[in-house]
């Protein structure tokens, strides 16, 4: 049983999320959710803006969650609306 909520990641799905994904650019190129956004974790502190740019829910993706829990207790810090999808490959099902 994954310990992501699959449930929420479709809700957020339905009304429009962005999938961040917050792996390293050979992780991200070796495979991603199409039309995700890529922000590698360590840069997210000098992006904030541009994820509240989104103005639409976010999904965090990583490969095994840890990183995008990092993401996403990070950016809900700063007031993004934001849930961790866990890996990556845990929300492309959904697409």
Not at 4 to 17: S, T, V
Not at 59 to 87: E, W, Y
Request: glycine share 10%; proline share 4%; with cysteine.
């Amino acid at each position: 049983m994954s310990q992501f909520d699959n449930e929420k990641i479709q809700e957020y799905l339905k009304n429009g999320a962005v999938v961040l994904d917050v792996r390293t650019p050979e992780e991200y190129d070796a495979g991603h959710v199409a039309g995700s956004e890529h922000i590698v974790l360590q840069t997210l502190p000098a992006k904030v803006d541009v994820v509240k740019g989104y103005e639409k829910p976010v999904i965090a993706v990583c490969r095994s969650g840890a990183r995008s829990q990092q993401a996403t207790d990070f950016l809900k810090g700063h007031g993004v609306d934001i849930i961790n999808g866990g890996p990556w490959e845990n929300v492309d099902q959904y697409l």
